[in-house]
């Protein structure tokens, strides 16, 4: 185990007046952009082909002017990277390759410095097999207190040959893997809702809740500014880890209440974790990536003694179509509206197929998707999504790289692929390496300015006309899109915070709306169509025909107008 912990700053730190200044707008999580860095993808400060803390550190500039409130930084933690960081060996230690907690704690009073709020990930459903509690569950043996911090369980069959239960892994297979006892003999299962190094805590033992109280303070006294809470929907199985009745569990997930996610013990922690969070000044945050059924069921996280905000993966699932999106909208806000919670909006993350790749091919594909498409077409798609999601009222999350307009990589070659779903050929697709290729900053370089010594996936040859450093002041590009957009975001008073738009009557597959005196307009036709002039054109996806009464807005384009 990593003892990195033991000389962690003093937790002063988080009294600094960098910290002050970032904690000096009330709410700010209600109308924040928060942009998630997928740390070994960013930036690599060393040379050796993986991002790292001190990458993230040096390209701070870079999102300050990009115009975030916030960033959300994938997992930094120890770990034998089994599922790329969400396998945690040491809660609160840097994994080497990340760096250290002296660079943590760089970042972070960095961030504070330029305005920019750092929120972690935790990930309290699972530990690695590596987790000090696990190792000693399997020395010690059955029966053993340690062993009831996890799910073992004597299998089923003659000799106990078969799991406890049906469950399957989202990563494929049986959720449970059976373990050689110390004697040698085949011995109890345990349940791994992921990959068998990832094994699930058993939160009715009290000392897993003791545990993460004590890590949240940990990384509170850091200075972190919130926690992303990855599996938000888990931890808490039904009693007695009854037969799911089903197989293909896989096609359940998000349709119905599953025994192992979303059960209602899941509010109680996170009352609990509340109290501690509110403890600490400067507006501290939660963020759930929870998988539920409805919006409605999204919604319970985020009760005023709860979570602060809940990822809208209703929203990231809807086509690009009119209709679509105006019901999903419509029940989001309604849903959030009674709990006094923001709604969310999210496009793209390092889970799923980047909206630019899906945008460009046919609905009805999911978000893993090894089609190209048009890419023309899904570009210019993804531009007017991205301004139709900045106009929406509430809190927006941008994924690393969709700033420049990057595409999916989805011909990278099977021996480089890591993605561990990849290879158990079952659950999962498999083919999140896409949209973790590390993002290109400079037209040269033996990364296109990533690192000194390539990266740890290879980039298309495209990439150099797409960089940071190709884009930056290019009129119409669209870096420069989303720059104008958070800047208009911020100046436009009638934009962020809210809970409700106003509808205007709009041709079919036109979305039309107001706020005070904002209007956007969202054209998800393959035609141009002819609209009213609804005051001074604030911003554009595509360029757009003017009159004094009329505007002409092409196909797949979103505009921008404000009255004031």
Request: hydrophobic content about 40%; some cysteine; charged content about 25%.
């Amino acid at each position: 185990m990593s003892q990195q912990h033991s000389a962690a700053p003093a937790p002063t730190s988080v009294t600094s007046s960098a910290t002050a200044t970032v904690a000096g707008r009330r709410d700010w999580w209600r109308d924040a952009v928060i942009y998630q860095v997928y740390p070994r993808s960013f930036a690599d400060s060393n040379g050796d082909g993986m991002g790292d803390l001190e990458g993230v550190r040096t390209r701070l500039p870079y999102l300050r002017d990009l115009g975030v409130d916030a960033v959300w930084l994938s997992p930094f933690y120890a770990s034998p990277q089994a599922d790329a960081g969400y396998d945690v060996a040491d809660y609160r230690a840097v994994d080497p390759m990340f760096g250290s907690l002296l660079d943590a704690d760089a970042l972070i009073r960095d961030a504070h410095g330029l305005g920019l709020r750092i929120i972690v990930d935790l990930v309290p459903n699972h530990s690695s097999d590596q987790y000090e509690w696990f190792r000693r569950a399997l020395a010690e043996g059955p029966g053993s207190p340690s062993r009831d911090r996890y799910h073992f369980r004597a299998g089923k069959g003659k000799n106990g040959e078969l799991p406890p239960n049906d469950w399957e892994s989202i990563f494929g297979g049986p959720a449970w893997t059976r373990v050689t006892e110390p004697d040698g003999t085949p011995g109890e299962w345990y349940l791994h809702l992921f990959a068998p190094e990832q094994p699930d805590f058993n939160w009715e033992h009290p000392a897993v809740g003791d545990e993460f109280r004590s890590i949240l303070r940990f990384w509170l006294d850091m200075g972190v500014d919130g926690f992303r809470i990855d599996v938000a929907h888990g931890m808490v199985k039904a009693q007695g880890l009854p037969d799911l009745g089903s197989h293909e569990q896989l096609k359940l997930l998000g349709n119905d209440v599953m025994p192992f996610f979303d059960q209602d013990g899941v509010h109680d922690i996170y009352r609990q974790w509340r109290l501690i969070l509110d403890e600490y000044s400067g507006e501290r945050i939660f963020v759930a990536e929870a998988w539920t059924p409805t919006v409605e069921r999204t919604a319970n996280y985020v009760r005023p003694d709860e979570l602060h905000q809940a990822f809208n993966f209703q929203y990231l699932g809807t086509p690009w179509d009119a209709e679509e999106l105006r019901t999903v909208i419509n029940r989001t806000l309604d849903a959030m509206r009674p709990v006094g919670a923001p709604a969310t909006w999210v496009l793209s993350n390092h889970d799923v197929t980047r909206h630019a790749t899906r945008f460009a091919n046919p609905p009805g594909l999911g978000t893993q998707i090894r089609l190209a498409g048009d890419r023309a077409l899904g570009l210019r798609r993804a531009r007017a999504a991205t301004l139709l999601m900045l106009a929406l009222p509430g809190s927006a999350y941008v994924y690393q790289g969709e700033e420049l307009g990057l595409p999916d990589v989805v011909d990278l070659p099977d021996e480089v692929r890591q993605d561990p779903a990849y290879f158990r050929g079952a659950g999962q697709d498999g083919f999140r390496d896409g949209c973790r290729v590390p993002i290109p900053w400079t037209r040269t370089g033996t990364s296109y300015g990533f690192g000194a010594g390539g990266s740890w996936l290879p980039q298309p040859a495209g990439w150099a006309e797409l960089s940071v450093e190709a884009q930056t002041g290019e009129p119409g590009s669209t870096l420069e899109l989303y720059r104008a957009a958070l800047a208009a975001r911020r100046d436009q008073p009638d934009l962020g915070a809210g809970d409700a738009v106003e509808w205007l009557r709009a041709p079919e597959g036109v979305l039309a709306f107001r706020r005070g005196d904002f209007v956007c307009v969202a054209n998800t036709t393959g035609e141009s169509v002819t609209l009213p002039a609804y005051g001074r054109l604030l911003l554009t996806s595509d360029e757009v025909t003017e009159t004094p009464d009329e505007t002409k807005v092409p196909a797949d384009t979103t505009v921008w107008w404000t009255r004031a």
